[in-house]
C-alpha cells in the first residue's frame, strides 16, 4: 500500500481547490465596471441580441496579409451579453462595455459599433435593427447624429404586398430620433452616429421598439 505524508495531501488539495477555482471564474462572467447603458420599450415577444464591434488603432499592431502583402488593424466582434428583462416582459436593458472583452491596450483597441436587433415568432427575420456608430459625423459612411437626443424610437409592424393585397411574414420600422423622422422603409436596419466623447460611463441611450396597429406575435396573419 502507498503511504502519503499529511503535507503531501495537504499541497493536492490546494492544487485541486486552486484549479476549479481558476475554472469556476473562467465561466462566469462578471458584469462591466465601466459601460454604456441601452434601454427602451419593447413587444413582449421579442428578443435582443447583438453585438460590440471594435478595432485596433495603433499602427505598431499592424498585421500582414501573407497572401496580399497587405497590412492591416484586426477588428473584433463580441456579443453583448448584459441583457436583462422586465417581469413583464415589455421593457429592456443592455450594459454595453466601454472595453471589449477582445481588447488589447498595448493595441488601443476602440469600439466603433453597437448593433442590436430582435427577434420575434411573428417575424421571419430580424428588425429594428440599429447600428449606433461611435464615430464623428463627418466620418465615413456616418448616420444621423444623434448626440443632442439620445433617444430613437422605431414604429414597427407588418404590411401588405400592394400588388396582391396579401400581408407580408416580414415587419418592417420606421425611425426616429427625438422628434425627427431618420428613415421610413421595408428595410430592418439603420444607422446613427455617437460622438466618441458620448461613448462613456453613465451615459443612458433609449431606444424604445413600439408595435404598431399591424403588429403580430405570430405569423397568422388576417385573411
Request: charged letters at 25%; one cysteine or more; a negative charge.
Amino acid at each position: 500500500m502507498i503511504k502519503f505524508k499529511k503535507k503531501h495531501v495537504l499541497m493536492v488539495c490546494i492544487i485541486l481547490v486552486g484549479c476549479s477555482i481558476l475554472s469556476f471564474t473562467n465561466i462566469i462572467q462578471f458584469s462591466p465596471k465601466e459601460y454604456v447603458v441601452i434601454k427602451g420599450k419593447k413587444p413582449v415577444d421579442a428578443e435582443i441580441f447583438g453585438y460590440l464591434r471594435s478595432s485596433d488603432t495603433n499602427e505598431l499592431c499592424l498585421k500582414e496579409n501573407w497572401l496580399s502583402g497587405t497590412k492591416y488593424l484586426s477588428s473584433y466582434d463580441d456579443e453583448l451579453e448584459f441583457i436583462t428583462y422586465s417581469d413583464e416582459g415589455d421593457s429592456y436593458s443592455i450594459k454595453v462595455p466601454l472595453v471589449p472583452e477582445s481588447s488589447s491596450k498595448e493595441c488601443d483597441t476602440k469600439v466603433h459599433t453597437v448593433q442590436i436587433a430582435f427577434n420575434s415568432p411573428g417575424a421571419k427575420t430580424q428588425f429594428a435593427e440599429l447600428k449606433i456608430r461611435v464615430t464623428q459625423p463627418d466620418d465615413f459612411l456616418p448616420g444621423p447624429d444623434m448626440s443632442d437626443s439620445l433617444y430613437v424610437k422605431s414604429l414597427c409592424q407588418s404590411y401588405k404586398y400592394p400588388d396582391d393585397d396579401t400581408w407580408s411574414e416580414y415587419v418592417r420600422c420606421d425611425y426616429y430620433n427625438g422628434d425627427k423622422v431618420i428613415a421610413k422603409k421595408e428595410g430592418n436596419g439603420e444607422s446613427v452616429t455617437l460622438s466618441p466623447d458620448l461613448f462613456k460611463a453613465g451615459t443612458v441611450i433609449t431606444y424604445d421598439i413600439i408595435p404598431g396597429e399591424n403588429y403580430f406575435p405570430t405569423l397568422d396573419r388576417p385573411e
